[in-house]
């Protein structure tokens, strides 16, 4: 598992995190790359454009990420997603993708169906009916049944 902070790309290189998340009103990604180091994870909030999203990927980005999906309370949300960007990013692109934003177990699967390969997920955790522990044994659930769905179907790059 990652421990990738949002936002502020010193502090993740200082604590020795794993990797940033920057938006596009943060620090740029490269100059996010270059204060992490090579190796650290950089990912790069797209919010509903194809532009930015392919932008980041150019760029080196390790991953891109989309939303709000969902209405939030966590982050005042900038755009609106629609799950078919998901669909249109895996079916083309390499680079991994982010769905974020008001995303719970109840309605996190159609993201992972339409090709999300990681959830940002804040609210849908810690304030899960049953714990925090057993709502990302529900997401990871919910990811493992839709591999084994798909299984035999056209596999993702």
Known sequence: MALILNDDPALAAELDCDGVH???EDTPYAEARQIVGPDAIVGVTCHNS?????????????????????????????TQADIELLSWWAE?????????????????????????????????????????????????????????AQKGGKTRK
């Open 22 to 24: 920057v938006g596009q």
């Open 50 to 78: 194809r532009h930015l999203a392919m932008s980041a990927a150019e760029q080196g980005a390790d991953y891109v990420a989309f939303g709000a999906f969902f209405p939030t309370h966590t982050k005042q949300a900038k």
């Open 92 to 148: 083309l692109m390499e680079v991994p993708v982010v769905a974020i934003g008001g995303i719970t177990v109840e309605n996190c699967r159609p993201l992972v169906e339409a090709g999300a390969d990681f959830l940002a997920v804040v609210g849908g955790v810690w304030n899960h009916k049953d714990g925090p522990a057993a709502a990302v044994s529900a997401f990871n659930r919910i990811f493992d049944e839709v591999e084994a």
